[in-house]
Structures are given as C-alpha cells and as structure tokens.
C-alpha cells in the first residue's frame, strides 16, 4: 500500500509586531517566521472504508473535527468528491499550543500530503489559500523558510536564508491561548517594537548578532504580565551564553538563539535540571 511520510516542523517568531485590528477581529501582523529542525511526522495511506482515521501519540489531542489535519482531510474529499479513505499517524513531537505552530504545521503537511497521495495537482498558491481557511499560520508553513509575514499570516515574502544556529527551545509548564493573547492585546501599551526592517538587514548580511539584537515579539506585553516565568526562562538564556532570547508567537515557548553548540546544550540542561521548564529542546535552524 501506497504511504506519504512527512515531517511537520515547526516556526519560531524572530519578530511579531501588531499593526492593527481588522473589522473581524483578526489582527494586521508583521512578522519574520523562521523554519527549525523539531517536527511531527505525519504517515499517510488510503483505506478502502470511506472514513478519516486519525491516530496520534497525545491521549489529550482530539482526532475528530476539532483536529486541524481531520478539518483539512475532510475538506479535501469533499472538494474533490473523494470516496477513499484515508488513514494518518500524527507522531507530535511538537508541544500543543505553545507559539510553535504545530497544529499550522500539521495541516500544511496534510494538504501537501493529500495531493500526493490522490494526485490532486493543487498549486502551492492553492493549497495556501485553503490553509488560509483553517489558520493563519498555515500557509507560511508550507512555505517553510525564513520569511516576511503580513497581512493576518497570509501575505508571504519569502527572504534570504537565515545564518546557521542553535537553537534552544523551552515552553514552562503554562497555557495560553492565541485567541485570549491577541483579544488582551492593548496597542496603546507598548513600549518598544521590533526593528523588522534591521532584523532584514541583518539576515540579508547573514549576522546574528545584528538579526538578534532586533528581535521583539509584542504578544509579550501580554503574556510576562500573567506569567513572569516567560521573563525568567529568557534571562536564563542569555546568562547561559544566548545572543538572543524572544516568546515564539503568542507563547509561551521562549526560544534562546546560540553560535556555540555546547553553550546550547548546557543550557538546555540547566532549565531541564533546575525544572524551569516543562519542554526543553535543542535544534538547528531549517532553511528550504
Ligand atoms: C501568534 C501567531 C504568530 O505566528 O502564532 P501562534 O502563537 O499561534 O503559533 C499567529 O499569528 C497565530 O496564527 P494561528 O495560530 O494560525 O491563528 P488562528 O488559528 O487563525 O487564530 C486563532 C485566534 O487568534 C486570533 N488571531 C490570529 C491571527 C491573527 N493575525 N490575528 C488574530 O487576532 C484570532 O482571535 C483567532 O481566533
Ligand atoms: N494536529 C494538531 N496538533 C496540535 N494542535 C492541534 C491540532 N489540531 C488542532 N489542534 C488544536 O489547535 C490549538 C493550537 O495548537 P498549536 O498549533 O499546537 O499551537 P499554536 O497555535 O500556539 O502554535 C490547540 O488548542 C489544539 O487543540
């Protein structure tokens, strides 16, 4: 039997600022999205029974309609009046609901999965446009890279590779949802805005330092108020050796950005050791 093997992997925020809020609700981002190495995988086949058949490795994660990659498996068979079904392993490595776009990420890989696996012969433009439909993270992850976001996610301007780094990802044992950051979002408090423009010149000259030393994510504002462990993982990593420290989107998973390995792991195991953090993990960057 014919099986998709995809790895789902997730973004980190290298800068978030919030332009305004649209009539909807939904609100104008600028946003630098980066790629990196920590992914789900995702195993694909069809099956004779007409069903959507989801197992995953998280007893918590719903596999009916409230699972990203049901709602966009399901939309599928009906656009295309797909009688197979089709069976999908979700092996999350990538922690639920932590600014790290996993379940976005997910659903990318689904519909790029799902037009091979019946040879549906979707452009990327399309498949981003459906995705748009389910999240707006997730047509800059099929995009993948590193990347200028706007509009509410959807409006992608693809950018220069992003330098080579470690990176040391560390969610605290706390959760927030996207939906309550942005509605807690006041734009009359802020006090300091990423520089987006000189975060691209620093990409463009391929120096992390520069790039880091730019680095803002406004959701801040919102999150280290309630949870002042955001504040402590994110002094951690810079006293431990980081160039740069920020929340991923709107949290709470901070992210430290390292030049030197052994710096990275040390760090990493000091937040596991100390029980600073609940999910610690040590990666590299992913360019496309
Ligand atoms: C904050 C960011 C930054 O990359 O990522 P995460 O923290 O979710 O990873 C994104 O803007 C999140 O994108 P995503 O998680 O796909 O959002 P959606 O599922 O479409 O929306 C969840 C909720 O967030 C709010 N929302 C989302 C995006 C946006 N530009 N403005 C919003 O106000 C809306 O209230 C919406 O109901
Ligand atoms: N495949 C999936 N993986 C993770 N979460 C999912 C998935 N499908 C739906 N969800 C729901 O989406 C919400 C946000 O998930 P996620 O994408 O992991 O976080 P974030 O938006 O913070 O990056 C969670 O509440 C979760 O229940």
Do not use: W
């Not at 300091?192 to 000259?205: F, H, L, M």
């Amino acid at each position: 039997m014919y099986r998709i093997n995809i790895r789902a992997r997730a973004k980190i925020n290298i800068s978030l600022d919030v332009i305004g809020k649209r009539q909807d609700g939904y609100h104008e981002v600028k946003m630098i999205m980066q790629t990196i190495n920590l992914y789900d995988k995702i195993n694909m086949k069809k099956i004779r029974k007409d069903e959507i058949k989801i197992q995953t490795n998280l007893a918590f994660l719903p596999v009916d309609d409230r699972n990203l990659v049901y709602k966009v498996v399901k939309h599928l068979k009906e656009k295309y009046s797909i009688k197979t079904g089709v069976f999908i392993d979700l092996y999350k490595v990538i922690p639920v609901a932590a600014g790290l776009a996993g379940g976005s990420s997910d659903a990318a890989a689904t519909l790029v999965g799902m037009n091979r696996l019946f040879n549906l012969r979707m452009t990327m433009n399309e498949m981003m446009e459906i995705g748009t439909m389910f999240g707006a993270d997730i047509p800059y992850c099929l995009l993948r890279g590193t990347a200028l976001s706007e509009g509410i996610g959807e409006k992608l301007t693809p950018l220069k590779r992003f330098p080579n780094a470690y990176v040391v990802i560390a969610k605290p044992n706390i959760n927030v949802s996207t939906g309550y950051v942005y509605s807690n979002l006041d734009l009359n408090d802020i006090d300091a805005r990423p520089d987006t423009d000189e975060i691209i010149n620093g990409i463009n000259k391929g120096d992390l330092h520069h790039i880091c030393l730019n680095m803002g994510n406004i959701l801040e504002t919102v999150t280290t108020k309630k949870y002042p462990i955001i504040n402590e993982i994110k002094r951690c990593m810079m006293e431990n050796g980081a160039i740069g420290s920020l929340m991923t989107g709107s949290g709470p998973s901070v992210f430290g950005i390292f030049d030197d390995k052994r710096k990275a792991y040390n760090l990493a195991h000091k937040l596991k050791v100390n029980n600073i953090a609940k999910f610690v993990y040590t990666t590299t960057i992913f360019n496309s």
